[in-house]
């Protein structure tokens, strides 16, 4: 197993760098910076020359076939004809492609489809050992850190080839709907990427979701899409989102077979009738030098490729592996903080307590800017955090300790303003507790049973009980970890190692990884609203983050359709680089 070990051990703690109002890390930049310089070399270096005798005129599909019958009434054959006209056999498979197709930047769509599938196929082989195997074994943490190289390299070279496609306006020639499409994919591919880290189980994706929950409540959709219910997001990650994109990325090849790759831009004449003909001429087949095109060799070399890059990656650099965060744990590492903050879950003070829908009817974490989707989803994952993380797990274990069985008895029975004074004098003195051979000492005071209930919760989550029994509280297999994750969140342990990993909001969190890996950069446009001087102080930031970048995603979407903005291509002409042999004089 040691042959799978990285040649870098990126776990290491991170380097960061300051700009104004935000931090981000080394790591993060390097991909931007990588990615940048693959584009400007994509742009600059020479694409390798055809034959001369591949310079030939190619006839017209058009003007060669034969005619079909339309007549026919049996719906079979009017599909087979409608999708023969459509596309038709020479444009699903073409053997050539006009000669103007000759740049590095038509490259980067065959390597984002290689590299979305060599990320199924190791997500597949991730699959067969189930859903630990990778932090089990090293032969699957190999294996999951080929499925991570995998993705890393789909997201840029697909970021890549939006960036080219953008430039050479390829929505022009009645192709909007292919640029539509090939953005969707983009948006259906983060989504995707969201739920894999989701999926990782460990502590970077316990922060992920714990901080994404909010945006998602906000929303009122956590009852069917809750991040920290790992099984549910490990479905989204492998069934649901997958068919989304592979749907979405299907219909846009089939767009780009069906209506050809846009032709190079050419200035527009100012009559407005002559203006009209040339955006006609956009849309219509290629009529010019062509060049040989073996579709299927391309794809198998850039696949080959991509292979090698993700293996050599994985072999050099493996895969964060920082450890899920447990009650456990944490419990063991920091137990005053644990007792203070079980403390306020009896008390009804902490977060949860006060949350708000989906979970209670508080409105410490209420958004709504005109209408509040939170309200209208109401309650449906209900917590009452005295009850649910702290006087439950302690009933269970109550039997066999006649101390804890009195202390429970007792605090049940008393009245809700004897239990606030108990509650408040006991938040007082817990600050003050030290510990001696492992048992928590705490100053007297008017707390009644309260100190043994929170001496007794320590032990049972030193145990490892509180874990287990959050957990068994679920029917049938326990993957929701909204309790206990939630319990954690409350604490002063979990956010202060999210610092020490620099994922915490301030300094772009949800787009950083543990140690000196790159996290999600693709996330920035959401996670910029979170930096932004007065939009991070809003009580209703998730829900403006959210909604400025679904504006921002609309506005993506439809460039084909605004005029100016989809003009801008033809102003800077960067299309001159791309097409530099179709611009070139003609002796």
Known sequence: ?????????????????????????????????????????ALLLPFPKAKKDDLEEERSYYQTKKPLADNNPMWTARLRNFALRVLPPDKLLPDRQPAYVSSWIYIFGV?????????????????????????????????????????ELFMAFMVIHLWGKFWMAAWRGNRKLTWMTGVLAFMASILECFTGYLSQQNFDSQWIATNGKDAI????????????????????????????????????????????????????????????????AEAMPWRGPTKRYDILKEATMASVVVLLLVIGLTLMLSSPDAPPVTIASWAKVAPADFMATAASELAGTSATANYGPPYNHGTAYLQGIGVSWQ????????????????LSPLSKSANDNPTLKNALSKYNMATKAQKATWNLAYAKVIKKVVFSSGVPIIPKANDGPIPTLISSEL??????AIDADLLAQQPFY?????????????????????????????QWGVMNET?????????WLYTLWYQVPGLKSSTNVDLIAVYLTGLATVFLLMVPFIPGIRDIPRHVPIYKLIWRDYYKPKN
Do not use: C
């Open 1 to 41: 197993m040691k042959y799978f070990a990285s040649v870098f051990n990126l776990n290491h703690p991170g380097h960061y760098l300051n700009w104004s109002f935000f931090t981000i890390s080394v790591a993060n930049l390097i991909i931007i910076f990588v990615m940048v310089i693959i584009f400007g070399l």
């Open 111 to 151: 390597a984002t489809l290689a590299s979305l599938l060599m990320a199924i196929i190791s997500g597949m082989i991730i699959a067969l050992g189930g859903p630990s195997w990778w932090h089990e074994n090293s032969v699957g943490h190999f294996f999951n850190s080929m499925h991570l190289w995998s993705v």
């Open 217 to 280: 409540n906000a929303l009122g959709i956590g009852n069917f899409f809750n991040l920290m219910n790992f099984g549910q997001m490990l479905m989204w990650h492998i069934v649901l989102i997958p068919l989304l994109l592979i749907t979405l990325v299907g219909a846009h090849i089939l767009l780009v077979r069906a209506k050809g790759v846009s032709h190079p831009i050419e200035k527009l004449p100012k009559d407005k009738k002559m203006r009209k003909l040339a955006h006609l």
């Open 375 to 390: 309200m209208l989803a109401g309650v449906h994952q209900p917590i009452n955090t005295a009850v649910t993380l702290v």
């Open 459 to 464: 032990i049972l989550a030193q145990s490892g």
């Open 478 to 506: 326990g993957t929701n970890y909204t309790k206990p994750l939630l319990f954690m969140e409350d604490g002063n342990y979990f956010s202060s190692l999210a610092t020490k990993f620099h994922l915490y909001g301030t």
């Open 515 to 523: 140690g000196q890996y790159p996290g999600q950069p693709w996330l």
